[in-house]
């Protein structure tokens, strides 16, 4: 899901920071480059060390966190962005350093108080941590979550799944493909129940497999609102948009 928020942001013009708590940065900056060679020659994408951003001196401190991103903002447009895009990996340490009991409440503060319309923030955190279980001040905090009965989606290949909680909708970014699709049809194998709500906008590449992994084995009605061109493109070719049990809303929210 990072990996499709970083390039729709680029495309559209944004400056993109990307906090990174795990060391292979070069991997990631290597995908990336993948997708817009001279984002990071020119300064629009930049990846940091998450640590040195929450955890400077050993501990969290939300007003100073909130600041920086405000600081980012600012700096942003001054520089003549059409945005700030920012997405944050948080480091796992922080729960166990002074401060940590902070996150909850600097979650919950930042729409609030980094309000620009201009201003997108994507909040990560590991399966470690997901699996098990995020602080309910911390889940409360967001619109999308991710249940740990979703976290196994996110260990095969590019693609991530978390849940809109406003739209009761599963949202699928990146690419479902043959090697991830098993897994995806067994969550929603075991966890669906009932007509299925997708949200695929940030879907990148879609295969067969990953289409007919949708269906899971209980074959449920499918309500696809928005969709990438990816996913209308395979839609059209398996005859999927002619199949009664499955919806694509083009005019969906995005």
Do not use: N
């Amino acid at each position: 899901m990072a990996v499709a928020f970083v390039r729709d942001r680029l495309q559209r013009g944004d400056k993109v920071v990307y906090f990174r708590d795990r060391d292979d940065a070069d991997a990631l900056v290597s995908s990336l480059e993948r997708l817009d060679p001279g984002a990071i020659a020119t300064g629009q994408f930049e990846v940091r060390r998450s640590r040195d951003v929450y955890l400077p001196d050993g501990r969290f401190d939300a007003d100073r966190m909130l600041a920086l991103l405000r600081d980012e903002h600012d700096r942003a447009r001054a520089d003549g962005y059409s945005g700030l895009s920012l997405t944050g990996e948080i480091p796992d340490a922080v729960w166990e350093l002074p401060g940590g009991e902070q996150v909850g409440a600097y979650e919950a503060r930042l729409a609030s108080e980094v309000d620009a319309p201009e201003c997108s923030i994507l909040c990560q955190y590991g399966h470690a941590r997901s699996g098990r279980g995020l602080p309910s001040d911390v889940i409360e905090a967001h619109d999308v979550d991710l249940g740990p009965e979703l976290a196994a989606i996110g260990r095969d290949g590019e693609l991530a799944a978390a849940r809109d909680r406003q739209r009761d909708a599963l949202r699928l970014a990146g690419e479902l493909d043959f090697g991830c699709a098993q897994t995806v049809s067994d969550v929603l194998d075991a966890y669906s129940r009932g007509p299925l709500h997708l949200d695929l906008a940030d879907l990148t590449y879609v295969d067969v497999a990953g289409m007919r992994a949708l269906r899971g084995r209980t074959r449920q009605r499918l309500t696809i609102s928005p969709a990438s061109d990816a996913v209308r493109r395979l839609l059209a070719l398996l005859g999927w948009d002619t199949d009664p049990d499955i919806e694509l809303v083009e005019t969906g929210w995005s």
